[in-house]
């Protein structure tokens, strides 16, 4: 390539405002950025002064996308600190709306997002054109994430059924029931998206990550588990601090987190798959490995591939409890407010989120801390742009320039609660 920079002013399919900069000069990469110039949202202060029981509905405007885990992180971590423990229907129903929320973000990365880049379209707009029936099944998917979220959350965006403690309302049998038939399709129809993204080109690259997830022993961890690496971390929930370290960075609103003494890591569908394999369903296993993969996977593109299998397990998932479901009677236990600190953590669609509160003797919070996914994703993200940009510097620019950004859609970054741009620039010097 002679030209001396390449610039992409507007990149859709991430969440978020942010920018790229790759400076290159002499032949080599010299320096990556990752630069997240959205304002700083301030979720942190708005929230101390309120009580215990405001925690999930604030915490829930976080993201449009996954405000579940918003929720749920939350609640586990005021619980935590007033020693609540939801009985086992409220805990099912809490994972059945988490399972919807996987299913309604999973199928949107999945079709509308991601496999574009795959198959050589802008947007999924233009890729209906030759593949409608691809992003009909995609939208179908979504759409009963969404409905799921609707009909246990209140609604589909920023739920208002979640509280401390459990739910304000549970759903009638017949109200979950109705979805087995959806249910069946929306298996097969993960299944069918599995076979369809183990068809695309993948590049060769393959990092060294150090995964990290919640671990539970009985189940695919969701919402509940210690927090492991697959370079030796096993701590409990409570212990992310002890572990893990924020950094400022001058480019950056968004704080990087990495591993204390140690650096970047990776979170997301790829460490989960990694760090909890033998958890998956049988048929989800088998449905890995027709799909080319073993149960280790270190190649960020095929991460798609992971996602449409944990679309296949929560379709499963959520079927297995609806067919099981009691509606909890109460649908929630209460709490006697205290003066205590409290810490929660969950898997995101875009990976592990923790947050930790301080009550006072009122249960009114006095802190809060909020780690979420992308932001422990920063440094990696950076790590893997500069470790595939090297060796492909002699690709034509406006190649390089669409696998760099693919690249940092390997993550469904979640850079605000809304889609906007991404720039991309490369500089030669």
């Known amino acids: 390539m002679t030209r001396k920079s390449v610039a992409v002013e507007f990149l859709a399919r991430v969440?978020?405002?942010?920018?790229?900069?790759?400076?290159?000069r002499d032949g080599l990469v010299k320096d990556v950025k990752v630069d997240i110039f959205e304002p700083p949202r301030l979720f942190e202060g708005f929230l101390r002064g309120r009580t215990y029981l405001e925690g999930p509905d604030i915490t829930a405007r976080i993201c449009g996308i996954c405000p579940v885990?918003?929720?749920?992180?939350?609640?586990?971590?005021?619980?935590?600190?007033l020693a609540l423990v939801p009985d086992a229907r409220i805990r099912a129903l809490r994972r059945l709306l988490f399972c919807g929320e996987w299913i309604e973000s999973h199928a949107l990365h999945?079709?509308?997002?991601?496999?574009?880049?795959?198959?050589?379209?802008?947007?999924?707009?233009?890729?209906?054109?030759?593949?409608?029936?691809?992003?009909?099944r995609g939208l179908r998917l979504k759409k009963l994430g969404n409905d799921l979220m609707r009909v246990i959350g209140g609604r589909e965006v920023h739920p208002v059924?979640?509280?401390?403690?459990?739910?304000?309302?549970?759903?009638?049998?017949?109200?979950?029931?109705?979805?087995?038939?959806?249910?069946?399709?929306?298996?097969e129809a993960a299944l069918e998206t599995v076979r369809l993204v183990a068809t695309f080109d993948f590049p060769d690259f393959e990092p060294d990550y150090e995964f990290v997830?919640?671990?539970?022993?009985?189940?695919?961890?969701?919402g509940e588990g210690r927090i492991v690496s697959s370079k030796g971390i096993d701590v409990a929930v409570r212990d992310f601090l002890q572990v893990f370290g924020e950094e400022h960075v001058a480019h950056s609103n968004a704080l990087h987190v990495v591993v204390k003494e140690r650096g970047a890591y990776h979170v997301g569908p790829l460490a989960r798959y990694n760090l909890n394999f033998a958890r998956l369903p049988d048929f989800v296993q088998d449905a890995a490995h027709d799909a080319g993969l073993t149960h280790v996977c270190h190649n960020p593109f095929k991460s798609i591939i992971v996602r449409a299998l944990e679309l296949a397990f929560a379709c499963d998932e959520s079927l297995k409890l609806v067919r099981a479901y009691e509606p909890p009677e109460p649908p929630f236990v209460a709490g006697t407010p205290r003066a205590a600190t409290g810490h929660g953590a969950c898997e995101a669609p875009r990976g592990l989120l923790y947050h930790r509160y301080r009550l006072d003797d009122l249960g009114v919070i006095q802190d809060a801390r909020i780690v979420p996914p992308t932001a422990q994703n920063l440094s990696q993200m950076e790590d893997d742009l500069r470790a595939f940009a090297g060796p492909r510097l002699d690709m034509p620019g406006d190649r390089l320039t669409w696998q760099?950004?693919?690249?940092?859609?390997?993550?469904?970054?979640?850079?605000?609660?809304?889609?906007?741009?991404?720039?991309?620039r490369i500089e030669r010097q």
């Open 15 to 24: 969440e978020g405002e942010g920018g790229l900069t790759i400076k290159v």
């Open 69 to 81: 885990a918003y929720q749920t992180a939350s609640a586990q971590a005021m619980e935590d600190a």
């Open 110 to 136: 999945i079709y509308l997002l991601h496999a574009p880049d795959f198959l050589g379209y802008e947007d999924a707009i233009r890729m209906s054109a030759d593949h409608g029936e691809a992003v009909l």
């Open 161 to 187: 059924n979640y509280r401390v403690g459990g739910f304000y309302r549970a759903p009638l049998r017949r109200e979950l029931s109705a979805f087995e038939g959806e249910l069946e399709w929306a298996r």
């Open 213 to 222: 997830a919640l671990h539970h022993p009985d189940e695919y961890a969701i």
């Open 404 to 424: 760099c950004e693919q690249a940092v859609r390997n993550y469904d970054p979640c850079i605000s609660c809304a889609t906007h741009a991404l720039r991309v």
